[in-house]
């Protein structure tokens, strides 16, 4: 239900006492009053009782009127004449009477009074909810109220005589809870000689002053004042702290952080007011403590430090902590009496400092200290060459920073789009931890992460060499802007937007073209592609000498076969050849550092390989005079089968006999080999195909309906063999129902031999004999299985009629009721018995039994199975004994049949109730060969002397 928070308010409304000789008006509304009207919009089941009809009180029920409804409902008093009232000098009215009034927050119940001259109304009451029940349907718990006094002194001869008043309520469109309000009363009364004051308030509060004031309902310019200290236990005595003050009162000499309340009495000449209060403030603090802390300007010695002032003051003490060296906060200042902001000198370069603060208020004293703030100065700058591998741990290096809009990762796995897909290939020389930005939150524009500075002026040809990754998956790339700075200005020097081809790829980035007058920096930052698949992370970042002879990079290995592959690579420098190492992995072997190969081109074929074999390689540029790079690689690549295995196995068109068996072939051959595996039966994988030199797909037939099969397949190259076995893949064939006559002998439920109630049923079966006129139908269960909730009611249940239709009579349980039906536990709910074992016989004249099942299919269940005969008006049922025995049960090879008539035929289904073996032995017994049955269970029509029974077996 709705209601889950409950805001409860309790309202005490406190009025003077006045004592007066009469009353001029006292006028009970007297529920119910036709005069009343009700007015509004509002659901009419709601409302408990009218009072402008029969009620005696205005109640409510927002919950009975339902979610969704909006309600907006008025009671409008007759117009009240007000003009006797005002000539005898009572112009205070005031309402009163009881409510209850469950509120749930949103909703408003009012009392509203009528300006007849402006024509409007206006709230004179507004209640607040004082119940936590249903009360309010009842109008039992009610409380008194009484409206605040309206003073009608200053109404006009209109205003007077055409004076209303009316309860009104709004749900605001809520669903609420609701209210009662009982037959009210208004009055009249003559205002007190010197009226209480009211609306008390504290304003321009400080440490040590407070402006008190009030609204004057009379006409006092005099007034009293008790101040009560709170924090010094005070407490009220009636009696005042200062006498004849004006309006507003400042009240000085007072605490800092103190709590206080006040009390004020109007001073009328000959008479004085009620006391008014208390009305609670609190002093603020003497010296009000800073906030905001912030350092800028950061650099290597220096920072500015600043802050927020908490009121006027214009002096600080400052303490600074070098964390770095383990300093610890004492109190103490390290500077006094700073301006904000205070700039800080003499730090240590690429150094931890926290630093507090506190305001100096002079004669008020010092506030309390605020902080702490952290901040790092600057490095100073490193010599080229520099590098950075990142390997800290998982932390920003040492004197790099972090920018922008997202921040950098520094991970050795993820996040899950670095590489393709979380898979990094290739490699980088410090290998493990690498800068990496996540894609997945598509709102980054400039995740930036900045080195250190940098002095490259001993750098003849100044280069920035780093490693990249970067793999959209398919999607939209994200992108990699280098920028490096040269003393005056950032500089551009790198975008990348596209994938690295086979992973980490090294750049290389001639910096000769920029004019440093400064120490160099470099900045990396990434926009997010606008999906979230494109991980761009960086490695082993240098600033160094631009190699005479550079690293190549991007190693491929292209148009694999079996025996060859074409390596390639990109060169960053000059080079024309370049030298290769072959390593054959899995052989055994390892890279040496000796080419297998030397001089060659990019691309180079790589021949004679092996087919099915894992290999690496490695390259070396070979830049003549100037020498020879680092060897770069491995990478790793398998060259492929002669003849491939096939891949992603299919069965579809599945049939109760046939199905079509699919495959992906990965090499060209055009024949394959299956071998189709009874699962059900029992059978297993032999290698050995059940169909050879097959198409694709091929069309496996003379299957068993409901059966389980796996299947393998295996490619037929001609002169280069054959594949290996792919597989298994699995499937079954389904269940087609067999309708139950005497013909097949056989009933099972609608979810074959495994009785599987997975979806709602409602099926009527109707089983009639061959010859109505000489025959009956007789069914006898040897399983039955149903669901009911353990008491009455049947999930899934049986019901059968005794003839052709469901409008027969039933044939009903022992134990009463008409269903048929048993639990989860097997325990059969109440009226209703166990079919397992039962003999169930028309006695109709048609011969025929109706059953009708129904089923939720919440659970699944084992269904039932049943025997079906055909017998004779005049034979006795079988119930008490056959015409016949067998034996043994379950059978190997061999069904013995011993009858004391001749027994005519024997036939054999399957549980499908297909026909699997006949035989007619016209003798008094029969041994019925039984070998070449697969083993399960099977139903067996004999018949003897023209009386057919049916029996069931299982094949071992």
Same mark, same amino acid.
């Given at each position: 239900?709705?209601?889950?928070?409950?805001?409860?308010?309790?309202?005490?409304?406190?009025?003077?006492?006045?004592?007066?000789?009469?009353?001029?008006?006292?006028?009970?509304?007297?529920?119910?009053?036709?005069?009343?009207?009700?007015?509004?919009?509002?659901?009419?089941?709601?409302?408990?009782?009218?009072?402008?009809? &029969?009620?005696?009180?205005?109640?409510?029920?927002?919950?009975?009127?339902?979610?969704?409804?909006?309600?907006?409902?008025?009671?409008?008093?007759?117009?009240?004449? =007000?003009?006797?009232?005002?000539?005898?000098?009572?112009?205070?009215?005031?309402?009163?009477?009881?409510?209850?009034?469950?509120?749930?927050?949103?909703?408003?119940?009012?009392?509203?009074?009528?300006?007849?001259?402006?024509?409007?109304?206006?709230?004179?009451?507004?209640?607040?909810?004082?119940?936590?029940?249903?009360?309010?349907?009842?109008?039992?718990?009610?409380?008194?109220?009484?409206?605040?006094?309206?003073?009608? @002194?200053?109404?006009?001869?209109?205003?007077?005589?055409?004076?209303?008043?009316?309860?009104?309520?709004?749900?605001?469109?809520?669903?609420?809870?609701?209210?009662?309000?009982?037959?009210?009363?208004?009055?009249?009364?003559?205002?007190?000689?010197?009226?209480?004051?009211? &609306?008390?308030?504290?304003?321009?509060?400080?440490? #040590?002053?407070?402006?008190?004031?009030?609204?004057?309902?009379?006409?006092?310019?005099?007034?009293?004042?008790?101040?009560?200290?709170?924090?010094?236990?005070?407490?009220?005595?009636?009696?005042?702290?200062?006498?004849?003050?004006?309006?507003?009162?400042?009240?000085?000499?007072?605490?800092?952080?103190?709590?206080?309340?006040?009390?004020?009495?109007?001073?009328?000449?000959?008479?004085?007011?009620?006391?008014?209060?208390?009305?609670?403030?609190?002093?603020?603090?003497?010296?009000?403590?800073?906030?905001?802390?912030?350092?800028?300007?950061?650099?290597?010695?220096?920072?500015?430090?600043?802050?927020?002032?908490?009121?006027?003051? +214009?002096?600080?003490?400052?303490?600074? !902590?070098?964390?770095?060296?383990?300093?610890?906060?004492?109190?103490?200042?390290?500077?006094?009496?700073?301006?904000?902001?205070?700039?800080?000198?003499?730090?240590?370069?690429?150094?931890?400092?926290?630093?507090?603060?506190?305001?100096?208020?002079?004669?008020?004293?010092?506030?309390?200290?605020?902080?702490?703030?952290?901040?790092?100065?600057?490095?100073?700058?490193?010599?080229?060459?520099?590098?950075?591998?990142?390997?800290?741990?998982?932390?920003?290096?040492?004197?790099? +920073?972090?920018?922008?809009?997202?921040?950098?990762?520094?991970?050795?796995?993820?996040?899950?789009?670095?590489?393709?897909?979380? $898979?990094?290939?290739?490699?980088?020389? %410090?290998?493990?931890?690498?800068?990496?930005?996540?894609?997945?939150?598509?709102?980054?524009?400039?995740?930036?992460?900045?080195?250190?500075?940098?002095?490259?002026?001993?750098?003849?040809?100044?280069?920035?060499?780093?490693?990249?990754?970067?793999?959209?998956?398919?999607?939209?790339?994200?992108?990699?802007?280098? %920028?490096?700075?040269?003393?005056?200005?950032?500089?551009?020097?790198?975008?990348?937007?596209?994938?690295?081809?086979?992973?980490?790829?090294?750049?290389?980035?001639? =910096?000769?073209?920029?004019?440093?007058?400064?120490?160099?920096? !470099?900045?990396?930052?990434?926009?997010?592609?606008?999906?979230?698949?494109?991980?761009?992370?960086?490695?082993?970042?240098?600033?160094?000498?631009?190699?005479?002879?550079?690293?190549?990079?991007?190693?491929?290995?292209?148009?694999?076969?079996?025996?060859? &592959?074409?390596?390639?690579?990109?060169?960053?420098?000059?080079?024309?050849?370049?030298?290769?190492?072959?390593?054959? !992995?899995?052989?055994?072997?390892?890279?040496?550092?000796?080419?297998?190969?030397?001089?060659? @081109?990019?691309?180079?074929?790589?021949?004679?390989? $092996?087919?099915?074999?894992?290999?690496?390689?490695?390259?070396?540029?070979?830049?003549?005079?100037?020498?020879?790079?680092?060897?770069?690689?491995?990478?790793?690549?398998?060259?492929?089968?002669?003849?491939?295995?096939?891949?992603?196995?299919?069965?579809?068109?599945?049939?109760?006999?046939?199905?079509?068996?699919?495959?992906?072939?990965?090499?060209?051959?055009?024949?394959?080999?299956?071998?189709?595996?009874?699962? $059900?039966?029992?059978?297993?994988?032999?290698?050995?195909?059940?169909?050879?030199?097959?198409?694709?797909?091929?069309?496996?037939?003379?299957?068993?309906?409901?059966?389980?099969?796996?299947?393998?397949?295996?490619?037929?190259?001609?002169?280069?063999?054959?594949?290996?076995?792919?597989?298994?893949?699995?499937?079954?064939?389904?269940?087609?129902? !067999?309708?139950?006559?005497?013909?097949?002998?056989?009933?099972?439920?609608?979810?074959?031999?495994?009785?599987?109630? %997975?979806?709602?049923?409602?099926?009527?079966?109707?089983?009639?004999?061959?010859?109505?006129?000489?025959?009956?139908?007789?069914?006898? #269960?040897?399983?039955?299985?149903?669901?009911?909730?353990?008491?009455?009611?049947?999930?899934?249940?049986? +019901?059968?009629?005794?003839?052709?239709?469901?409008?027969?009579?039933?044939?009903?349980?022992?134990?009463?009721?008409?269903?048929?039906?048993?639990?989860?536990?097997?325990?059969?709910?109440?009226?209703?018995?166990?079919?397992?074992?039962?003999?169930?016989?028309?006695?109709?004249?048609?011969?025929?039994?109706?059953?009708?099942?129904?089923?939720?299919?919440?659970?699944?269940?084992?269904?039932?199975? @049943?025997?079906?005969?055909?017998?004779?008006?005049?034979?006795?049922?079988?119930?008490?004994?056959?015409?016949?025995?067998?034996?043994?049960?379950?059978?190997?090879?061999? =069904?013995?049949?011993?009858?004391?008539?001749?027994?005519?035929?024997?036939?054999?289904?399957?549980?499908?109730?297909?026909?699997? =073996?006949?035989?007619?032995?016209?003798?008094?017994?029969?041994?019925?060969?039984?070998?070449?049955?697969?083993?399960?269970?099977?139903?067996?029509?004999?018949?003897?002397?023209?009386?057919?029974?049916?029996?069931?077996?299982?094949?071992?």
């Amino acid at each position: 239900m709705k209601k889950i928070t409950l805001k409860i308010f309790m309202v005490m409304f406190l009025l003077g006492t006045y004592i007066g000789v009469s009353q001029t008006l006292n006028q009970a509304a007297s529920w119910p009053n036709a005069n009343w009207t009700l007015s509004g919009t509002f659901t009419a089941g709601g409302l408990l009782s009218d009072p402008t009809v &029969a009620g005696t009180t205005f109640t409510f029920d927002d919950d009975a009127a339902g979610n969704g409804s909006a309600d907006d409902i008025q009671a409008t008093s007759p117009v009240i004449d =007000l003009t006797a009232a005002n000539g005898a000098g009572e112009t205070w009215i005031t309402i009163s009477g009881d409510f209850v009034y469950r509120e749930l927050g949103g909703d408003v119940l009012n009392i509203e009074i009528y300006d007849a001259d402006a024509m409007t109304w206006s709230a004179a009451q507004t209640f607040a909810g004082n119940s936590t029940n249903t009360d309010f349907q009842t109008c039992a718990a009610t409380a008194a109220y009484t409206t605040a006094v309206i003073n009608i @002194a200053g109404y006009t001869a209109t205003q007077l005589s055409g004076f209303q008043y009316r309860f009104t309520y709004d749900d605001q469109g809520g669903w609420q809870w609701g209210w009662c309000l009982t037959s009210p009363t208004i009055v009249s009364a003559a205002p007190p000689s010197c009226p209480d004051p009211s &609306a008390l308030t504290a304003t321009n509060i400080d440490g #040590f002053s407070a402006d008190l004031g009030w609204t004057e309902a009379g006409s006092a310019t005099l007034w009293n004042v008790e101040l009560v200290d709170i924090t010094g236990g005070g407490t009220v005595t009636g009696t005042a702290t200062a006498t004849g003050v004006a309006n507003p009162y400042m009240a000085t000499g007072l605490t800092p952080s103190n709590n206080y309340e006040y009390y004020v009495q109007a001073d009328c000449g000959g008479s004085t007011s009620a006391w008014v209060g208390p009305f609670a403030f609190s002093t603020t603090v003497a010296c009000p403590a800073p906030s905001a802390l912030t350092a800028t300007n950061i650099l290597t010695t220096t920072a500015d430090l600043g802050w927020t002032a908490g009121a006027g003051e +214009t002096l600080w003490d400052v303490e600074i !902590v070098d964390i770095t060296a383990a300093g610890v906060a004492t109190g103490t200042p390290t500077a006094s009496g700073v301006a904000n902001p205070y700039g800080a000198s003499g730090l240590t370069p690429n150094n931890n400092y926290e630093f507090y603060v506190r305001a100096d208020c002079a004669a008020n004293g010092t506030s309390t200290w605020v902080g702490p703030f952290a901040f790092t100065t600057a490095c100073t700058a490193f010599t080229a060459p520099y590098s950075e591998d990142f390997e800290n741990a998982g932390v920003v290096p040492s004197c790099w +920073t972090l920018g922008g809009d997202e921040n950098w990762l520094f991970n050795t796995a993820g996040p899950n789009h670095v590489g393709n897909g979380g $898979t990094i290939t290739g490699s980088t020389p %410090s290998g493990n931890f690498y800068a990496v930005v996540d894609d997945s939150t598509p709102d980054a524009a400039n995740a930036e992460l900045t080195s250190p500075f940098v002095d490259v002026s001993g750098l003849t040809t100044p280069a920035l060499i780093f490693y990249e990754i970067s793999n959209n998956e398919g999607n939209p790339n994200a992108t990699l802007t280098v %920028s490096v700075w040269d003393g005056a200005m950032w500089n551009v020097v790198g975008t990348y937007n596209t994938n690295t081809v086979a992973g980490w790829e090294q750049k290389v980035v001639d =910096l000769s073209g920029l004019t440093f007058t400064g120490d160099a920096q !470099v900045r990396f930052s990434v926009a997010d592609s606008g999906s979230f698949y494109d991980d761009i992370a960086i490695d082993d970042v240098s600033l160094e000498e631009l190699p005479s002879c550079p690293d190549p990079s991007t190693l491929t290995a292209t148009a694999i076969t079996d025996t060859t &592959a074409d390596l390639g690579w990109t060169e960053t420098g000059s080079a024309t050849l370049w030298n290769v190492e072959l390593v054959d !992995v899995t052989a055994g072997g390892t890279v040496t550092g000796t080419a297998t190969a030397t001089g060659v @081109a990019n691309p180079y074929m790589a021949t004679g390989l $092996t087919e099915n074999n894992n290999y690496e390689f490695y390259v070396q540029s070979d830049c003549g005079p100037g020498g020879t790079s680092n060897w770069v690689g491995p990478f790793a690549f398998t060259t492929l089968e002669t003849c491939p295995t096939p891949s992603a196995l299919t069965a579809t068109n599945i049939m109760e006999t046939s199905a079509d068996l699919g495959w992906t072939e990965n090499g060209v051959a055009t024949l394959w080999n299956i071998e189709l595996v009874d699962i $059900t039966a029992g059978g297993t994988q032999t290698m050995t195909p059940t169909a050879s030199g097959v198409a694709n797909p091929y069309a496996a037939t003379g299957l068993v309906g409901d059966n389980s099969y796996q299947f393998y397949v295996q490619a037929d190259c001609g002169v280069d063999g054959t594949s290996a076995w792919a597989g298994p893949f699995s499937f079954a064939t389904p269940y087609v129902a !067999v309708p139950p006559d005497c013909t097949n002998g056989i009933f099972l439920d609608s979810g074959g031999a495994s009785g599987d109630y %997975s979806a709602g049923e409602n099926i009527t079966y109707t089983i009639c004999p061959d010859n109505p006129a000489t025959q009956t139908i007789e069914v006898e #269960f040897t399983a039955f299985s149903t669901e009911n909730n353990g008491a009455a009611a049947c999930y899934d249940g049986l +019901t059968i009629h005794d003839g052709p239709d469901a409008l027969s009579a039933t044939i009903d349980p022992p134990g009463g009721g008409t269903v048929w039906c048993w639990d989860l536990n097997d325990t059969p709910a109440v009226g209703t018995g166990d079919l397992l074992g039962m003999m169930i016989e028309s006695t109709d004249p048609s011969g025929c039994l109706t059953f009708v099942f129904t089923s939720d299919g919440s659970v699944q269940r084992s269904g039932w199975e @049943a025997m079906v005969n055909c017998n004779p008006l005049s034979t006795i049922s079988f119930e008490n004994g056959r015409a016949f025995t067998f034996y043994p049960n379950p059978v190997d090879n061999k =069904l013995t049949l011993v009858a004391g008539k001749r027994i005519e035929n024997v036939t054999f289904y399957n549980i499908l109730g297909a026909q699997v =073996l006949t035989t007619s032995p016209n003798a008094l017994s029969k041994d019925v060969d039984t070998s070449a049955l697969t083993a399960g269970t099977y139903f067996v029509q004999v018949t003897v002397e023209g009386v057919t029974d049916t029996i069931k077996i299982i094949k071992q």
